[in-house]
């Protein structure tokens, strides 16, 4: 039973263009959302997150987008870069968890053509 | 820079031969959790350590131990590995007093089984 869902296992972007990958979750208790980005052959990195106090978190080219009504967050990346080609992998935290524990989705890979 | 280091990065066993995987963090952070990641999956944990108290998930097989003798190191016991272990190995570590939940990973071991 999974808890958090990426239904796209891939996207295909130009550059320049916007990125948009989405992650659904079913859980209510989830109270935190992360993006981790992975390069292969490398581990996952903290990219973004939101708390679900907020519906929107923005960091440079990144914005996150939380609607909890809809269980559902998005990553948009703009404008995408070809460096940012990798696997995003959505996550959430419930509280009061005593060490944290993240429940990933599946990952999307981006492609970013130059 | 402070980092989360795992060693090795590829480990070939046999079927049913015992292998341990290291991971050492400069962090200093309280939390240090093992996953599994298998192909186009989300990776999925194993057990924490919240300092030295240690939390294994119900569903990680019986097969898997862990060791934290301090702050900066874990180990993962693999104890007679199967051919469905053969998979990306990740640790990460949090800290639970400061940045509850972002959790910064190492690069992780490949682990092959012949």
Known sequence: DQQVKQNSPSLSVQEGRISILNCDYTNSMFDYFLWYKKYPAEGPTFLISISSIKDKNEDGRFTVFLNKSAKHLSLHIVPSQPGDSAVYFCAALSGGNAGNMLTFGGGTRLMVKP | ?114
């Open chain 2, 1 to 114: 820079d402070a980092m989360v280091i795992q060693n090795p990065r590829y480990q070939v066993t046999q079927f049913g031969k015992p292998v341990t995987l290291s991971c050492s963090q400069t962090l200093n952070h309280n939390v240090m959790y093992w996953y599994q990641q298998k192909s186009s999956q989300a990776p999925k944990l194993l057990f924490h350590y919240y300092d030295k108290d240690f939390n294994n998930e119900a569903d990680t097989p019986d097969n898997f131990q862990s060791r934290r003798p301090n702050t900066s190191f874990c180990f993962l016991d693999i104890r007679s590995p199967g051919l469905g272990d053969a998979a990306m190995y990740l640790c990460a570590t949090s800290n639970r007093d400061r940045d509850l939940a972002t959790q910064h990973f190492g690069d992780g071991t490949r682990l092959s089984i012949l």
